[in-house]
């Protein structure tokens, strides 16, 4: 009996043990592979938003930097056509305002111009700031932009580059990241760029992740959730606080847990978090996890129930329960019978032999059929207890067997039941063996028996795909991810993932095939929606390249209607060119309808229109039609031939308030109402509709350039004989002087007469330069000073080896307004210094310098000789010249400085407004 207890007792303790043991593992396994599922498809969200995220901003930059190019290619046009025949400052007028009024993203996209000093040349939102030099110019953050510009073109010509700014209407203090594209043009040393604010298209960005995350359930207990690394809400499964700090969370309990998810969460690999939530009076263990996403200052969880598992213990728990009730049932039973047969032993010792005999023969014919034990106790001789022994251990380890076969295969059945893909065998006749209850409901059925009637075969939506893939698994022996089209009982179509493999029996005879089935279709269709708005985003780039090269609306349109078909974007495509009204065809093209839509060309062109064509000329939105087929209006249109699977997208071309026609397409019909597929049909109606405005643009300035021209060359023949003509009203003027002067006695007043003569010289010298020269407003100041110097010289008879003349003057062109002040002062200075410099005969030099410092010009004449008295004051000097140098000086702006050091030096400086 003792040992009975103490068997019992252990066997129970080791009954305990080993269940505490198989739970932990059980809820191990269990978690771990939550945790992997969770991570896994959290990190396929992060890198749908990364990929969403390259994408909108390569497709960003993008735009940016071909309008740069478009600007560029007009730029260069404009130049090509009008060098040579207009001045170099109506040249850069004219390509300045050619891109003055271009305007994209509602009229915040604009192009700007500078040169490689830092002046702004262009600058369409500000133009105060147009001919100032901004090369000091910072961002928010302190950068030096223009400088930072500068530089990246004379390293590489063109390029992206970033400031920082408050944007303007935003209403708030943020700074955001401008992202621009700038371009070299080199025949005016300038670069041109567009830029614009990424931040817009981030936060609609961030509205469609935020759409898809509230659908998305990683399986279906799960809950997914956002929160900014403020703490607020982005979006909570319940809604109930979406938009709300955490701290406003009613339930302390679960205010308490989000903060320490919210803590957990600043780990951009990713944490998890265990703890209990109370549902209904129960209490239910929950595993969350957290990762952040640092590019939004986001954090993304999600919460994982772990109650089935829990279940699964309490019936774990029962079954050894009841096992061990059995048990002692059995113990309790076999100890009665033990103390029964101690009180009658004495009297039947010679009938229990019997017994014991007989005992052990029934034992060994009950063994073989249930795991029943012989009684020991009921056994009298020692050899036949001995032998008990083994024997009942030998039950025990057939018993212990058998439970664990059975709890084998209930693990094994449940796992097949609950795991969310199909499981069947089939076998080499193709006909059902086993399937699990995932794969009943997949293929559309009630009862698994229905299903085992039927033969896989019958779900090959191809019936050929069959021998296909039998052909594959006799080469192969196992397939992986077989992606084929099935349908279900009620015919409905899906795509499916095979995996499939040939079983063998030891003798090599192939026995049947296993197999799992998942659905992917909602793969297949994001998979074939981002391979058909990539074919959209190519005809884009396409039809871009036609813009810059179009020359003509008739081939523009042929082009463009080949180009969006060829990229298989779209199966057919057509433009109509109307008049300003709409009313009147002026040109169309197709490409991928031949009779349909010569059937329409000729109802338009006699002057008729069709309901949706009416529509969408009337409306700036696309006009989206399903299903031609089932729309009554479409019923008479040669368009209605279109299958079910295609839909109709048409759209007017505007660019302004100018009308020029429609486009229209066919679109899958999967995809009509697919917003992003629709904002790309949009963008190649607007790029279409730009194209169209910009060669009405080339044609009118072509015809203005023309006009232009002639209005020049009429003006620059007047011009030319206006100067001709005062230069020889000044040459009169001179030799009238000159004759006045052989007249005149005294020397002071010959002497006054020949120093008015040399000034009317400097300033006929001028109108003789500019009636020599191309341009009639400006003059080679160089070449006029050393004309003026050389006159001067040869006037006053000066020694050319006593006084040497030094001149250092950049190249610089001055206009009349200018050039005669400038040239009346150098007159003043070098006779002065010609006749009072160098008494005596004395030797000496004069010096002219002429240069530009930064934004403003320096005169400079100065000589070496004896200087002017000591007490001379330039201020309230009361001669003629001085006077005159006075007045000149205030006339240009100039600022005038004396130095009376080692002879004499006179200093200018000055801004002009033009030059």
Not at 592 to 605: A, D, I, P, S
């Amino acid at each position: 009996i003792i040992s009975l207890l103490i068997i019992g007792y252990f066997w129970i303790r080791n009954e305990y043990l080993r269940f505490n043991e198989d739970k932990l593992k059980l809820r191990k396994n269990y978690i771990d592979t939550k945790k992997l599922i969770v991570r896994e498809k959290m990190a396929d969200i992060l890198d749908f938003i990364d990929y969403k995220k390259k994408m909108a901003n390569d497709e960003f930059r993008k735009r940016i930097k071909e309008r740069v190019y478009i600007a560029d290619s007009i730029m260069w046009n404009i130049y090509r056509k009008a060098k040579g025949k207009v001045s170099e400052d109506k040249l850069k007028m004219m390509i300045s305002e050619s891109l003055r009024p271009i305007r994209y993203d509602h009229g915040t996209g604009y192009h700007f111009i500078a040169d490689l000093k830092g002046t702004d040349i262009l600058y369409p939102v500000a133009p105060q700031y147009e001919g100032k030099n901004v090369l000091n110019l910072k961002d928010e953050k302190g950068n030096y932009v223009i400088r930072d510009e500068i530089n990246l073109i004379k390293k590489q010509k063109e390029g992206f580059v970033t400031g920082y700014w408050r944007k303007p209407g935003s209403g708030d203090k943020m700074v955001y990241p401008k992202i621009s594209y700038i371009k070299y043009f080199e025949p005016f040393d300038w670069y041109h760029g567009y830029g614009n604010y990424f931040d817009d298209i981030e936060k609609e960005l961030q509205k469609e992740i935020v759409n898809r995350i509230k659908g998305l359930k990683i399986s279906d207990e799960n809950q997914i959730f956002i929160l900014d690394y403020a703490g607020n809400f982005i979006f909570s499964p319940t809604r109930k606080y979406n938009g709300k700090n955490l701290n406003q969370i009613e339930n302390k309990e679960l205010r308490e847990i989000y903060r320490k998810l919210f803590n957990l969460g600043k780990s951009k690999k990713g944490e998890f978090f265990e703890f209990s939530v109370v549902e209904n009076s129960e209490e239910i263990p929950t595993l969350a996890y957290v990762v952040s996403y640092p590019d939004w200052n986001w954090m993304l969880g999600t919460e994982v129930h772990l109650n089935n598992v829990e279940n699964l213990y309490k019936v774990q728990y029962g079954i050894l329960k009841k096992n061990i009730g059995v048990y002692i049932q059995k113990i309790t039973g076999l100890f009665l019978l033990i103390t029964l047969f101690i009180f009658i032993s004495a009297s039947l010792i010679s009938s229990r032999a019997r017994q014991s005999f007989t005992t052990f023969s029934q034992f060994f014919k009950e063994a073989a059929s249930k795991a029943s034990k012989i009684d020991k106790n009921k056994l009298h001789f020692v050899e036949f207890k001995n032998l008990a022994i083994p024997a009942n251990q030998m039950v025990e380890a057939r018993a212990q067997i058998e439970k664990k076969l059975l709890e084998s295969r209930e693990n094994y059945r449940s796992l097949q039941e609950n795991v969310p893909v199909g499981i069947f065998r089939v076998d080499s006749e193709g006909k059902f063996i086993s399937v699990n209850k995932y794969m009943v409901n997949m293929l559309g059925f009630d009862k698994e028996a229905d299903l085992l009637k039927a033969s896989f075969e019958s779900f090959f939506f191809n019936k050929d795909e069959r021998k296909h893939l039998l052909r594959k698994l006799r080469n192969e022996k196992v397939i992986t991810d077989y992606i084929i089209k099935l349908k279900k009982k009620d015919n409905s179509v899906f795509w499916a993932s095979l995996n499939l493999k040939i079983v063998y029996d030891k003798h090599g005879k192939h026995v049947y095939h296993d197999g799992i089935i998942s659905d992917v279709s909602q793969r297949i269709i994001s998979e074939n929606r981002i391979k058909y708005l990539n074919a959209s985003l190519h005809a884009i780039r396409n039809v871009d390249k036609l813009i810059t090269r179009a020359k003509d609306k008739k081939s523009l349109i042929r082009k463009a209607c080949k180009t969006l078909i060829n990229n298989q974007a779209y199966k057919r495509a057509w433009i109509i060119l109307f008049d300003e009204e709409g009313k009147k065809i002026k040109d169309m093209a197709s490409a991928g309808l031949t009779k349909q839509f010569m059937e329409l060309e000729n109802y338009w062109k006699n002057g008729k229109q069709t309901k949706c064509v009416e529509k969408a000329l009337n409306q700036k939105k696309p006009l989206i039609i399903p299903n031609p087929k089932k729309n009554k209006e479409c019923a008479t249109c040669s368009f209605n031939y279109t299958s079910n699977e295609m839909g109709i997208y048409l759209v007017s071309l505007r660019f302004g308030k100018q009308l020029y026609g429609i486009i229209g397409v066919t679109v899958p019909m999967n995809l009509i109402y697919d917003e992003e597929n629709l904002s790309l049909f949009e963008e190649i109606a607007e790029d279409l509709a730009f194209a169209l405005h910009k060669i009405d643009l080339e044609i009118a300035h072509e015809e203005s350039q023309k006009t232009v021209m002639k209005s020049l060359n009429e003006k620059k023949i007047l011009l030319q004989e206006i100067h001709h003509r005062v230069k020889n009203n000044l040459q009169v003027i001179t030799s009238l002087l000159r004759l006045q002067s052989d007249y005149i006695k005294d020397p002071d007043d010959k002497k006054m007469f020949e120093e008015s003569t040399n000034r009317v010289k400097s300033m006929a010298l001028i109108h003789e330069k500019l009636y020599q020269s191309q341009d009639f407003e400006k003059i080679d100041f160089g070449e006029y000073v050393r004309s003026l110097t050389r006159n001067l010289i040869l006037s006053y008879g000066v020694r050319p080896d006593k006084v040497k003349l030094q001149m250092n003057i950049d190249d610089i062109i001055l206009n009349i307004g200018y050039a005669i002040p400038l040239g009346l002062i150098i007159n003043e200075l070098f006779s002065n210094s010609l006749k009072y410099a160098f008494p005596d005969d004395k030797s000496g030099k004069i010096i002219v310098n002429l240069q530009k410092e930064n934004d403003e010009f320096v005169l400079k004449v100065s000589d070496d000789g004896v200087g002017f008295p000591p007490n001379f004051d330039m201020e309230n000097s009361n001669t003629l010249g001085m006077e005159l140098i006075h007045t000149l000086s205030r006339q240009i702006k100039a600022t005038m400085e004396f130095i009376g050091e080692n002879g004499s030096t006179f200093i200018f400086r000055f801004k002009p407004k033009h030059i």
